[in-house]
């Protein structure tokens, strides 16, 4: 049976072509990059080309680049560094849907004194632009809010809320974890202050990650020791990951729009085939402004654990919420967030496509979707027969 993979915003097949950029340096090119001989030293240029590929993508500068070890490492550096850097000011802004990555970390915030607050969203996961405006005052060191939503997909205006918190003298950054390589970010004349990455949603390794710091912007190192990233975060720096995420990032600004609409129409079309085979169904999510790759479908009545176990003997790997939180039969905060009822909320399962999603594959699920459905539903006490 061939593995049939709707799960690529949990994480990614690394590309072959990632992969061969990284092969050398792990029996070959060895060295550390810090050393003085030659075989150490020639490993720097290659972080050096990696940090330029990364910033290409982003367009920024690669001084703005920072290497760690994952998107939560990020997103952890970019609040307590941000936060240590202004140490007057002692209120904290964010929104009830973020990855437990920042929510977490902001609710800690609230133990060492910060007050912290969490926007709403609406049914479509959007967020209260105007509740966030009305909160950021003198008190507000930074707000942090996701550039776009692992679970749902939806995309928030980043740029316009970096202008609004710019104004308000504070700081901005975003998790933009999950749209980093399905769809374009142009930092250049940005007025987004830190932004957070991680390699192995773009086909790069798992282990790698990458904070943007904008120029100018006040930062507390993160990680004390040798002088590695400028020494605001030392460490031995993971060669094969960062070049790995080099090339990612290289493979990903070379076809961005192209496999954007490719991958969208795939999305659209199994999206489509199920609720038209399924009802009883709705979206999760901002019609209009979603990442090209994510759906995320309720199915009445019946739990969205029994739907992915079903799924499973198919081969088919689905998500029914973040992989972070699937431990738990809590139907998830975001859908909870968005006012999503309870029942719909239990059955939700998240479709998540890549550059290697197939038409058949596509057309496969479409097929099996509605047995599943059926066969669990009339398992189901909640349908009345
Ligand atoms: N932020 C978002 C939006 C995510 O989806 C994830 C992972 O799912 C993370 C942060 C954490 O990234 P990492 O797994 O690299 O720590």
Redesign the pocket.
Known sequence: METIYFDN???TKVAEEVLEEMRPLFCDLYGNPSSMHTFGGQIGHRIKNAREQVASLLGCEPAEIIFTS??????NAAIKGALAAVPNKRKVITSRV?????LTVCRDLENAGYTVVEIGVDRFGRLDLDELEDQIDANTALVTI?Y???ETGTVFPAEKIARMVAEKDALFHT?A??AVGKIPLDLSGSHIDLL?L????LHAP?GV?VLYVRKGTRLSPFMLGGHQEAGRRAGTENVPGIVGLGKACELAARNIELENTRVRNLRDKLEKGILEACPDCRINGDPENRLPNTTNISFEFIEGEAILLMLDKYGICASSG???TSGSLEPSHVLRAMGVPFTAAHGSIRFSLSRYSTQKEVDFTIEIMPKIVNQLRELSPFVTK
Request: glycine letters at 10%; aromatic letters at 0%; one cysteine or more.
């Open positions: 915003n949990a994480t994952c998107g939560t490492e990020s997103d973020e990855h437990p990555a920042v996701m776009a939503n692992n998790d974890v999950q957070s991680s390699g192995h949603k798992k990650g973040s992989a972070c």
